[in-house]
């Protein structure tokens, strides 16, 4: 899953929040660009740690996954070895119907 533009997306919206407020309530041009600024760079700053908290934990569940993945073939060849080795215990013993 990409998660490359998220943050960019997060802080143009609010951007764009942001400036139609200030065109509606009518704010001076100078006022409307610092209440921006201080919008863009607070939304940066948490739209990159939940960026960060996004990643983490989707490396987090792939790797849960591919463990789990892992143990499924681990599993898998050791129950095909305990079937060769009875197949072979089986072919190993063999009665002559005279012994019987």
Do not use: C
């Not at 899953?1 to 509606?24: C, P, Q, S």
């Amino acid at each position: 899953m990409k998660i490359r533009y998220t943050r960019a997306f997060i802080v143009l919206l609010a951007g764009l929040v942001t400036l139609i407020v200030n065109i509606r309530t009518h704010k001076n041009v100078t006022v409307s660009m610092l209440i921006l600024l201080v919008v863009i760079l607070v939304f940066y700053f948490f739209a990159t740690l939940a960026v960060e908290i996004w990643q983490k934990s989707v490396e987090e569940s792939n790797r849960l996954a591919e463990e789990e993945e892992e143990d499924e073939a681990a599993e898998d060849e050791a129950a095909e070895d305990r079937e060769e080795e009875t197949e072979n215990t089986a072919q190993q013993v063999s009665f002559d119907e005279e012994e019987i």
